[in-house]
């Protein structure tokens, strides 16, 4: 008899509290990230971050309420949410101006 045995990480349970995500996976591992890994569920009300299915027999979680999918190998791996391109801020240069050469100091 062959028994295949799958080694794909699969969600079969998922808590979210104040601070952080916490999946069960189907090996008996559980693993846990902080909510602030996914800007879109730390903004989320508690409602939202509530109503969520589980894709793919469990290879991630979305959320429909806010758009956001997750994955148990991106949380494995610690691969968090990229950021919206509305959130990103342009970085500021830090250094001081150079003065010019025709510049008396």
Not at 42 to 51: I, K, L, M
Request: glycine share 6%; aromatic share 6%.
């Amino acid at each position: 008899m062959n028994t295949v045995v799958s080694d794909t990480p699969r969600i079969i349970e998922l808590q979210i509290t104040d601070e952080s995500i916490v999946a069960h996976l189907a090996d008996g591992r559980v693993i846990s990230v902080p909510l602030a890994w996914s800007w879109r569920l730390s903004e989320a009300t508690p409602a939202q971050r509530s109503h969520f299915e589980f894709i793919g027999s469990g290879l991630g979680v979305h959320w429909p309420d806010i758009d956001e999918d997750i994955s148990a190998t991106g949380m494995l791996f610690g691969i968090p949410a990229r950021p919206s391109k509305a959130t990103v801020r342009p970085r500021r240069c830090l250094r001081p101006a150079l003065k010019s050469a025709s510049t008396p100091a």
